[in-house]
């Protein structure tokens, strides 16, 4: 797990499962004193503001499903948001 952010953006924590199949990665939204943010109302009150997703490298590129309901089963998935990385 990893932290990144900037000072006038959001900063995340970063959790990798390289050896699950497939590879998984958390992006949980983390508040300006360092802790996880939660939501505040809802049916979700008190759990984690996260993004759940799979990955996959290829040479230079990443590619990212990411969904904040359930993990994607695919990079087809029709819920998830895909990125492609490159370097």
Known sequence: SSAAGAPNGRSY???VRPDAG???VDLALVGDDG?????????GR?????LLGIYEISGST???ALSPEKRPAAF????????????
């Open 13 to 15: 924590r970063l959790t």
């Open 46 to 50: 008190g759990g984690e503001v996260k």
């Open 62 to 64: 990443v590619r990212l």
């Open 35 to 43: 802790q996880p943010a939660t939501f505040t109302h809802g049916a």
């Open 22 to 24: 497939p590879k998984e």
């Open 76 to 87: 087809a998935d029709d819920e998830a948001q895909v990125l492609i990385l490159t370097r």
